[in-house]
């Protein structure tokens, strides 16, 4: 049984940076997979980034370049990497995890963390 719990989420300028944490535990890691998700109310949930087990990442365009996903296997610890932040960045992030990836929406992902805010104001 995969667990995930977010950290990290504040309140942060335009323009400024913020590092999403995201402790995991009970994964193994074949076919490990996780990802950053991010909601707003009244918007649906949105792909944010993903790495899989040899590291490969991917990004929604919409962040490309400002958004970095990587992990620390020892630390058992993913993180999300946020610069040059936007009001529109301003959502819930969630942390999930798969054993293999698949479509969207989810890609795949079936464990999920609760969420942590990111408020970015202008």
């Known amino acids: 049984q995969v667990q995930l719990v977010e950290s990290g989420g504040g309140l942060v300028q335009a323009g400024g940076s913020l590092r999403l944490s995201c402790a995991v535990s009970?994964?193994?890691?074949?076919?490990?997979?996780v990802g950053w998700f991010r909601q707003a109310p009244g918007n649906e949930r949105d792909f944010v980034a993903i790495?899989?087990?040899?590291?490969?990442?991917y990004y929604a365009d919409s962040v490309k370049g400002r958004f970095l996903i990587c992990g620390d296997n020892a630390k058992n610890t993913e993180y999300l990497q946020i610069d040059n932040m936007k009001p529109a960045d301003t959502d819930v992030y969630y942390c999930?995890?798969?054993?293999?990836?698949?479509?969207?929406?989810?890609?795949?992902?079936?464990?999920w963390g609760k969420g942590t805010l990111v408020t970015v104001s202008s």
């Open positions: 790495i899989n087990v040899i590291g490969t990442t």
């Open positions: 009970g994964r193994t890691f074949i076919g490990n997979n």
């Open positions: 999930a995890y798969g054993d293999r990836l698949r479509t969207p929406p989810d890609y795949g992902m079936n464990y």
